[in-house]
């Protein structure tokens, strides 16, 4: 509608400039009122395009944002599961490198947490969305800056920190099970040789660090209280329901 507008008026231009009949005064108003006619109809066509094109990005910072924050809670479901794990990890090889030269592991005890003795955890984030979103380059279009700074920090500090943290500790159990693998026999049917394998010399100070992930359950910690702060921020930003 406004190319049909401007070509209007720029064919009406010509048309004063080339009438014989008016005087160049005139020809002058009439041009000016011309170029701001075409002027003002340009302007207009720019701004609600601009204003089309905004509502459109901002509808898809709303579904990203909405579907970021699934996301997040699926991811702060694991990360509760993870860190409940390494709590208990923790307290599994702390109390087996405590025993006394003369001390026995106690067998309940070791199959209680049998589970965390034997796991390995690590935390698989659900990050697609928010990587294709940014290398679509759109994170810009997020508005809320506090929100985009939080929700970049997330994903590339603090859950890269979480991810070296249980690596980590994942190449040290790895460590034990492979001397676990090694070691351990069956007794007879029921029983097995684990209790006096894990107080050996050298599966004690393999277990040692293992008995102190609290790095780890602190990097899970930051990362559930950014995820959470995320969600309350877009809850903030949408008027939804906690």
Request: aromatic share 10%; with cysteine.
């Amino acid at each position: 509608m406004a190319e049909q507008e401007v070509i209007k008026h720029t064919k009406k231009i010509f048309k004063v400039w080339s009438n014989k009949e008016h005087s160049l005064w005139h020809k002058l108003k009439e041009f000016l009122v011309e170029v701001f006619i075409i002027v003002f109809a340009v302007t207009i066509s720019i701004w609600f395009h601009n204003r089309s094109e905004h509502a459109h990005q901002q509808e898809d910072v709303k579904q990203f944002l909405l579907g970021l924050k699934s996301d997040l809670q699926k991811d702060l479901e694991e990360m509760k599961n993870d860190r409940d794990s390494y709590v208990n990890q923790g307290i599994i090889f702390r109390y087996i490198t405590s025993m006394k030269l003369n001390q026995h592991l106690n067998e309940d005890t070791l199959k209680k947490y049998e589970v965390w003795i034997y796991n390995t955890t690590g935390l698989n984030p659900n990050n697609g969305r928010f990587e294709g979103f940014k290398s679509a380059g759109k994170i810009g279009q997020i508005e809320n800056e506090d929100l985009q700074n939080d929700i970049m920090d997330l994903y590339q500090e603090d859950i890269v920190s979480v991810l070296a943290s249980t690596d980590n500790f994942v190449m040290m159990k790895q460590r034990f099970l492979e001397y676990m693998n090694k070691n351990k026999k069956r007794l007879t049917d029921s029983t097995s040789n684990v209790n006096t394998v894990l107080l050996q010399d050298e599966a004690q100070n393999i277990c040692i660090p293992l008995g102190y992930p609290r790095e780890t359950i602190d990097r899970y910690d930051k990362c559930m209280a950014k995820a959470n702060k995320i969600i309350s921020e877009i809850n903030k930003e949408y008027d939804l329901n906690p």
